[in-house]
């Protein structure tokens, strides 16, 4: 695994009783990350992934739970 210098992040997990949180999908304890360069990049990009991709239907939204972390 590659280390990245990277010190701010935005750690994405799923809510509870979500149903992507079933064992057979991404699982309970399923979390991604993304890093980025500066404070600033990552809360940009924090403010931008609170709003719903153009390509989902109109009343859908993302079912994810985003936090800000550093490093």
Same mark, same amino acid.
């Given at each position: 695994m590659k280390q990245t210098?990277?010190?701010h992040g935005i %750690?994405?997990?799923l809510p509870p009783g979500d149903t992507l949180s079933a064992?057979?999908?991404?699982?309970?304890h399923f979390e991604a990350f993304r890093w980025y360069e500066s404070r600033?990049?990552?809360d940009d990009a924090f403010e931008a992934m609170q709003h719903?991709?153009?390509y989902? %239907? %109109?009343g859908d939204a993302p079912s994810q739970v985003l936090s800000k972390v550093d490093r």
């Open positions: 210098s990277s010190k %750690r994405i997990t064992t057979h999908l991404l699982g309970p600033e990049a990552r719903s991709p153009g989902y %239907r %109109r």
